[in-house]
């Protein structure tokens, strides 16, 4: 199994190159650095996408749902039966709203 630290390493390394950005190995060793210092050794949860995605994700799902496309829309946005019942359900548009 390989390191997770080199994982990530690896993936950030690929992602500062393909922005662009000088030095992409110095950064990605800073990068994980502070993350090492800040959440070393503890449980970290990182969503799948950010809150502004999802909200974006939701507002298309409400946009798209017909009432029989569930299976699509869950397959599309590789969300859940559970996310996409949420995405319609009329309290999160009042809660939104308001």
Known sequence: MTDIYE???????ARVREKGL?????????????????????????PKISKKQAILRDQ?????Y??????E????YECSKSTVYRAISPKKRRKRRG
Request: proline fraction near 2%; aromatic fraction near 6%.
């Open 60 to 64: 298309h799902i409400r946009e798209e």
């Open 73 to 76: 829309l869950m397959s599309k």
């Open 7 to 13: 994982e990530f390493s690896a993936e950030l390394v």
């Open 22 to 46: 000088p030095s992409g190995t110095v950064l990605v060793e800073i990068a994980v650095q502070t993350l090492q210092d800040r959440f070393g050794g503890e449980r970290v949860f990182l």
């Open 66 to 71: 017909t009432g029989t496309n569930l299976n």
